[in-house]
């Protein structure tokens, strides 16, 4: 059976430039068919024929590779609007968006993403005191961030 690690490492080869990234892998094996998951982001974002073109190049290198059940199916995506952010160049994409966290203590913080370093993430969020509007900046670790996920506007 051929490993998730080699898979991943398959994918990341696959890609076309630096600016896309593997941002997660899920091989499903309760039950043939077998579902291999590859999600796919970039920082300019990625386009369906760059999914097509990984999926044609990871589909090619595990058929001649073996070692996976050939009643499998190889979906090759971008993250969902719901889909928690993982990596921290997710986050930089994302500045200026409105994000949702949740930290491990449960709270959650809503704010525009405005600052994203190795350490940590700055929200800025608008406080009404009375009458008058003021933005407020929270700076959130990244040790203490359970989920975030991005805010989709329809204005």
């Known amino acids: 059976m051929i490993l998730k690690e080699n ?4 994918a990341r080869q696959a ?8 941002v997660d892998l899920v091989v499903s094996s ?3 068919p077998y579902k291999v998951t590859v999600i796919l982001d970039g920082d300019r974002g ?5 999914c097509a073109s990984v999926s044609r190049k990871l589909l090619g290198v595990l058929e001649e590779q073996g070692g996976i059940d050939d009643n499998f ?3 090759v995506t971008t993250p969902g609007v719901d889909h928690p952010l993982k990596m921290k160049r997710q986050y930089v994409k994302n500045i200026g968006r409105v994000m949702k966290v ?3 203590d449960k709270t959650v913080e809503v704010g525009k993403l405005v600052e994203v370093n190795e350490e940590f993430l700055s929200l800025e969020r ?3 005191i009375g009458k008058v509007k003021d933005l407020k900046k929270i700076t959130l670790p990244f040790s203490e961030i359970e989920r975030a996920i991005v805010q989709v506007s329809f204005k």
Do not use: Y
């Open 7 to 10: 898979i991943e490492n398959w």
């Open 15 to 22: 890609l076309s430039d630096e600016s896309q990234f593997l």
């Open 30 to 32: 309760k039950q043939a």
């Open 46 to 50: 990625i386009t369906i024929d760059d």
């Open 73 to 75: 199916t190889l979906e």
């Open 102 to 104: 949740q930290l491990i």
């Open 126 to 128: 608008e406080e009404k």
